[in-house]
């Protein structure tokens, strides 16, 4: 790393634990001798509880405690989880445990510890529930029986932006108008690790770690639920097997198992099963939009109209409401040069399972929907989809732009991004291997997205560094769900300081250690934290500077630093910052031995960039095979290209698996059919092709290293892009429509269905 510069593709120090089963995650690290928490949990979607008799299940064997709603309102704990909630949005409450009503599969009802899981299990059967069902709502659709009284038809919330009027107009007079109908299934997270907490009372303060995106908003909640101050809670996070926005939200389990462990006075620890963790984890995206594209006679857009209902599921998730509606508009019209828009999101409850951020929260939303009726446009008006974008772009020369919803992108060159994409996609060969296809008796299409991404997350971070006798300490206040932050901080810090790689450790994930952090979410990691590390790196310069000068008898003037060693005009002493340190401490001044900078970023970055997918289907069996997948994205300057890379790898096969796979489905009595891994499919290795990736970079104006962030694009790019290759193949069979996912089935079923109107016709 040293040897060759900055921004190089250094191996990810951390697999090594990790791929060799080292790694320490919370079940790994839970206390010995801890309690095992399992959960009662309702069997049916909605209904009232009518009975709840726990007497049979104290006694079994081995209980020593069983939490009920009215136990945590006797201990003086609030029982409501808030969320963000729109203006004029409803605010029903949703309780930790369930006091009087549940509103879906899954609900937690009690809380049952004891000292092995199968004795907590076991006592599990033995209590007494009954529950009268009430009519159930399942439908992507207002009305229905009504889940909770203070939001009438089940409506959420109705929430708008833009001028309606002005947008009627422009569709009113426009040469050619386009309206697409598309909808974007809901998909479980299934991170690799599923959720677990463990909860301690040491020394009379409440220790919780949580296999969560940050420690910071836990410790929050938990001060706020039980009443505590900050010096009576420490908050931990382990290593963590995936998070994906899933894990960034409060849940019910940790505020149970802290209060079991405040009451027995003993650890207590849950981990949740595959199946739970189906049934109760937040989902993702599950909402259906009617897009209206309005064109002059040359083809640009001069309006675009969107109408969208979005599920809530049976509660308000933590950011639920915003995702839909905030996050969707910051990037509602793209890349494209348009000040005529208008957007109504309207999100319901339904029985079923809340839904929350997952991988790009709202901007894998809003850019597929306008991609996909971008493509449509292009079908509709019979000219190339790539021709329609260019000419729609924003410019380069009208950058900083202000978007139609009022964003301000600061730098972009879709056109020089789209062109490289185009080469390394061999866009000129498509022809010639459709042609290779149909000899085979298969359909081959292409589909391009271009998509540009809104990235912040919470403004404001910390770093801290401190010199050790080995090296140095560097602290976050961002959190590692897989991401490989270990590498990319410590790997940045050694490029401004000259500190080998090898000798920096980086500490995340404890309130105690790092009073305050944003945390992980929002691809904010590598750019928020790195701003925070360089402006703690200017702290250390002039501190040390300081130390030296004053050392040598010189003036501070005459000392620089070249981001490896200082120099001292008019002497051959050029030490390292592990060699001032040394001299700081042989000194006694360990006031210099620590050292911490705290950043805000007043502006977003803009990750932009085009995805090409080529697939190509077997209209006898309707069988998706994604052939080629080529991806170039302008993140802005790269810390780690190898991780970038890794990161877009990872976004495109959450997006395949959408596209192709998986659908979360409930039947009429809001039961979750697809409620284990028989019966939801996950992309595996071999659904997925090589995944070209090269990086066109216009360094974003809103940082001090033009960084923009990366980890959710590759989701944001693929949902339409595969659509779009999909429904290009089907166009020679007949198929128009199809929604996601393409599954085997639905595909023979489209083909079938056009080659019967066809023969009809």
């Given at each position: 790393m040293e040897k060759f510069g900055k921004s190089q593709s250094v191996t990810r120090v951390e697999d090594l634990r990790f791929l060799t089963g080292t790694g320490r995650y919370v079940d790994d690290v839970s206390p010995d001798g801890a309690l095992h928490a399992f959960f009662v949990r309702a069997g049916v979607a909605h209904g009232t509880i009518t009975a709840l008799d726990l007497e049979e299940a104290r006694a079994m064997p081995g209980v020593a405690l069983i939490v009920t709603a009215d136990?945590?309102?006797?201990?003086?704990?609030?029982?409501?989880?808030?969320?963000?909630?729109?203006?004029?949005?409803?605010?029903?409450?949703?309780p930790i445990l369930a006091q009087t009503r549940v509103r879906h599969v899954g609900e937690p009802i009690a809380m049952i510890v004891a000292d092995s899981l199968i004795a907590a299990k076991d006592a599990a059967e033995a209590v007494l529930l009954d529950i009268d069902d009430l009519p159930v709502h399942v439908a992507l659709a207002i009305g229905g029986d009504v889940i909770h009284p203070e939001a009438p038809d089940n409506l959420a919330f109705d929430w708008a932006l833009g001028d309606a009027d002005a947008t009627e107009v422009a569709i009113a007079s426009a040469a050619h108008v386009v309206t697409t109908q598309v909808f974007d299934n809901r998909v479980i997270v299934n991170a690799m690790e599923p959720r677990g907490c463990f909860a301690e009372v040491t020394d009379g303060r409440l220790h919780v770690a949580v296999n969560g995106q940050g420690v910071w908003s836990t410790k929050r909640d938990l001060m706020h639920h039980f009443g505590l101050s900050e010096t009576d809670l420490r908050v931990?996070?382990?290593?963590?097997?995936?998070?994906?926005?899933?894990?960034?939200?409060?849940?019910?389990?940790?505020?149970?198992?802290?209060?079991?462990?405040?009451?027995?006075?003993?650890?207590?620890?849950?981990?949740?099963?595959?199946?739970?963790?189906?049934?109760?984890?937040?989902?993702?995206?599950?909402?259906?939009?009617?897009?209206?594209?309005?064109?002059?006679?040359?083809?640009?857009?001069?309006?675009?109209?969107?109408?969208?209902?979005?599920?809530?599921?049976?509660?308000?998730?933590?950011?639920?409401?915003?995702?839909?509606?905030?996050?969707?508009?910051?990037?509602?019209?793209?890349?494209?040069?348009?000040?005529?828009?208008?957007?109504?999101?309207?999100?319901?409850?339904?029985?079923?399972?809340?839904?929350?951020?997952?991988r790009g929260a709202g901007r894998p939303e809003a850019i597929f929907v306008l991609e996909r009726s971008m493509d449509a446009a292009a079908r509709s008006l019979g000219v190339d989809p790539w021709e329609l974008r260019v000419k729609n772009f924003i410019k380069p020369q009208h950058f900083p732009y202000t978007s139609v919803t009022g964003v301000t992108y600061d730098v972009g060159d879709f056109v020089r991004v789209l062109d490289r994409a185009g080469q390394n996609a061999d866009r000129d060969g498509f022809a010639?291997?459709?042609?290779?296809?149909?000899?085979?008796?298969?359909?081959?299409?292409?589909?391009?997205?271009?998509?540009?991404?809104?990235?912040?997350?919470?403004?404001?971070?910390?770093?801290?560094?401190?010199?050790t006798d080995d090296g140095a300490l560097i602290y976050v206040g961002?959190?590692?769900?897989?991401?490989?932050?270990?590498?990319?901080?410590a790997q940045f810090l050694a490029d401004h300081t000259g500190i080998p790689a090898a000798r920096i450790k980086v500490v995340q994930g404890d309130s105690?250690?790092?009073?305050?952090?944003?945390?992980?979410?929002?691809?904010?990691?590598?750019?928020?934290?790195?701003?925070?590390?360089?402006?703690?790196?200017?702290?250390?310069?002039?501190?040390?500077?300081?130390?030296?000068?004053d050392h040598e008898g010189v003036e501070a003037a005459?000392?620089?630093?070249?981001?490896?060693?200082?120099?001292?005009?008019?002497?051959?002493?050029?030490?390292?910052?592990?060699?001032?340190?040394?001299?700081?401490?042989?000194?006694?001044?360990?006031?210099?031995?620590?050292?911490?900078a705290t950043i805000k970023l007043d502006n977003r970055s803009f990750p932009n960039g085009a995805h090409v997918a080529e697939v190509e289907i077997d209209p006898v069996t309707g069988v998706v095979t994604v052939d080629r997948y080529t991806v170039v994205d302008d993140f802005g300057n790269l810390i780690n290209p190898m991780l970038a890379e890794g990161q877009v790898h990872g976004g495109v096969a959450q997006g395949i698996g959408q596209a192709l796979t998986e659908a979360a489905v409930f039947d009429d009595d809001g039961q979750l059919l697809s409620a284990s891994f028989m019966d939801y499919a996950m992309p595996r290795a071999d659904d997925l092709p090589m995944i070209g990736f090269a990086s066109e970079p216009t360094p974003s104006l809103y940082n001090p290293m033009g960084m923009k962030g990366c980890g959710e694009a590759?989701?944001?790019?693929?949902?339409?892009?595969?659509?779009?290759?999909?429904?290009?193949?089907?166009?020679?069979?007949?198929?128009?429509?199809?929604?996601?996912?393409?599954?085997?089935?639905?595909?023979?079923?489209?083909?079938?269905a056009a080659q019967d109107a066809n023969a009809a016709a």
């Open positions: 136990d945590l309102v006797a201990a003086g704990v609030r029982i409501g989880l808030e969320g963000k909630v729109l203006r004029n949005g409803a605010a029903p409450v949703r931990t996070t382990p290593d963590v097997g995936g998070g994906f926005g899933m894990k960034g939200m409060r849940y019910p389990e940790p505020f149970c198992v802290a209060h079991a462990a405040r009451v027995l006075g003993r650890p207590v620890r849950w981990m949740s099963e595959r199946t739970e963790a189906m049934l109760t984890d937040n989902a993702g995206r599950d909402l259906t939009t009617t897009a209206t594209l309005a064109f002059d006679a040359d083809y640009r857009i001069i309006a675009y109209r969107l109408d969208t209902i979005a599920n809530m599921g049976a509660y308000n998730s933590q950011f639920a409401q915003a995702i839909q509606t905030e996050l969707f508009a910051k990037v509602l019209m793209g890349t494209y040069d348009v000040q005529t828009a208008h957007m109504r999101t309207r999100g319901i409850y339904t029985n079923t399972t809340p839904v929350d951020a997952y010639a291997r459709k042609s290779a296809s149909l000899m085979q008796g298969k359909l081959r299409g292409q589909g391009l997205c271009y998509y540009i991404e809104s990235i912040l997350g919470d403004p404001v971070e910390t770093t801290a560094v401190e010199f961002t959190q590692s769900n897989g991401q490989g932050h270990e590498t990319v901080y105690d250690l790092i009073p305050m952090g944003g945390g992980t979410g929002g691809s904010r990691s590598v750019t928020v934290q790195n701003t925070a590390t360089l402006a703690a790196v200017d702290v250390i310069r002039t501190a040390f500077a300081a130390f030296l000068a005459q000392i620089s630093f070249d981001d490896e060693r200082f120099r001292i005009a008019g002497s051959n002493l050029t030490p390292t910052m592990l060699d001032v340190a040394d001299m700081a401490r042989a000194a006694g001044r360990q006031d210099l031995l620590r050292h911490t590759g989701t944001v790019g693929a949902l339409a892009a595969i659509s779009n290759a999909v429904l290009a193949a089907l166009e020679d069979v007949g198929v128009t429509e199809i929604d996601m996912p393409f599954t085997p089935h639905r595909v023979w079923q489209a083909i079938a």
